[in-house]
């Protein structure tokens, strides 16, 4: 690491650690109020305005966290990574939970003309139960976690179909994350795994995040020398894959 990039690594450390007590007080007291809206006979104005409060906070806190994870990943070294046996299967399984619970408050606006069609979002997991993988089971969970956030959030469609796939082929291990989502530009697919990028027009400030989601994944694997390919086109849907070395 250059010693511009150790002193943009401490900022980003530091303006992350400056941010998040203010943020949590602010949610915290919000998420009180907000409680007492009935026994207090708040106002509707005042009860709406508390809400968004308390959902801007979280959202700015969830950025924090993504900037944080982000941070430990770029800085973090390969000879020194703590890797662990990880069963694939529970862990996709956990992911997919969260990525479900945490749906909604980032998903671009759904086709509303799709009608007749079942809305939600269902993840399919083919993995067998035995498979394992030696690495570092936070930075794999958000490996996962991120690619499935992004195949919810970069889909307008009422039912959103996810297939995971985790496979031993040969000397690798791959797992795979299948959307059929509004899909990537083959011009934007090199440009995807940079920091900060986000493809911009469908980007109308209604899609929340950094950009960051990828690079991350993409350093992850590279601390694991592995490496992340995505097959995809526009309105085609997406398949990214990681793929780790055993
Ligand atoms: N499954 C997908 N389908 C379509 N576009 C995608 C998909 N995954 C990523 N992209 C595009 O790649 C860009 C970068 O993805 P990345 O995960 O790095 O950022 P983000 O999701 O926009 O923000 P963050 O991950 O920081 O919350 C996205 O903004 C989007 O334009
Ligand atoms: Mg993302």
Same mark, same amino acid.
């Given at each position: 690491?250059?010693?511009?990039?150790?002193?943009?690594?401490?900022?980003?450390?530091?303006?992350?650690? =400056?941010?998040?007590?203010?943020?949590?007080?602010?949610?915290?007291?919000?998420?009180?109020?907000?409680?007492?809206?009935?026994?207090?006979?708040?106002? $509707?104005?005042?009860? =709406? @305005?508390?809400? #968004?409060?308390n =959902?801007?906070g +979280?959202?700015? /806190?969830?950025?924090?966290?993504?900037?944080?994870?982000?941070?430990? @990943?770029?800085?973090?070294d390969?000879?020194?990574?703590?890797?662990?046996?990880?069963? %694939?299967? $529970?862990?996709i399984?956990e992911?997919? +939970?969260?990525?479900?619970?945490?749906?909604?408050?980032?998903?671009?606006?759904?086709?509303?003309?799709?009608?007749?069609?079942?809305?939600? +979002?269902?993840?399919?997991?083919?993995?067998?139960?035995? %498979?394992?993988?030696?690495?570092?089971? $936070?930075?794999?969970?958000?490996?996962?976690?991120?690619?499935?956030?992004?195949?919810?959030?970069?889909? +307008?469609? %009422? #039912?959103?179909?996810?297939?995971?796939?985790?496979?031993?082929?040969?000397? /690798?291990?791959?797992?795979?994350?299948?959307?059929?989502?509004?899909?990537?530009?083959?011009?934007?697919v090199?440009?995807?795994?940079? $920091?900060?990028?986000?493809?911009?027009?469908?980007?109308?400030?209604?899609?929340?995040?950094?950009?960051?989601?990828?690079?991350?994944?993409?350093?992850?694997?590279?601390?694991?020398?592995?490496?992340?390919?995505?097959?995809?086109?526009?309105?085609?849907?997406?398949?990214?894959?990681? /793929?780790?070395?055993?």
């Open positions: 690491m250059t010693n511009n990039e150790a002193l943009s690594a401490k900022a980003l450390t530091l303006i992350s650690h =400056k941010l998040r007590t203010p943020l949590s007080i602010i949610n915290g007291y919000s998420e009180a109020v907000l409680s007492q809206a009935e026994k207090e006979n708040f106002s $509707p104005f005042t009860t =709406k @305005a508390l809400g #968004e409060i =959902k801007q +979280t959202r700015m /806190s969830a950025l924090v966290d993504k900037l944080m994870a982000f941070n430990q @990943a770029m800085t973090a390969a000879s020194s990574l703590e890797k662990q046996t990880v069963t %694939l299967k $529970p862990l399984k992911c997919a +939970t969260k990525a479900i619970s945490l749906e909604g408050d980032e998903a671009l606006p759904t086709q509303s003309k799709e009608k007749g069609v079942k809305r939600g +979002t269902f993840i399919e997991i083919d993995c067998s139960t035995q %498979l394992t993988l030696q690495a570092n089971e $936070p930075m794999l969970r958000s490996c996962v976690c991120e690619l499935l956030a992004n195949a919810i959030k970069f889909n +307008t469609k %009422l #039912e959103k179909i996810i297939k995971v796939q985790g496979v031993h082929h040969g000397d /690798s291990i791959s797992i795979s994350v299948r959307d059929y989502g509004i899909g990537i530009r083959p011009q934007d090199a440009k995807i795994f940079e $920091p900060f990028y986000q493809v911009d027009d469908y980007f109308t400030g209604q899609v929340t995040g950094w950009g960051l989601g990828l690079a991350m994944v993409q350093r992850i694997l590279d601390l694991h020398h592995g490496s992340i390919s995505v097959v995809s086109d526009r309105g085609l849907g997406s398949i990214f894959t990681l /793929s780790f070395p055993v």
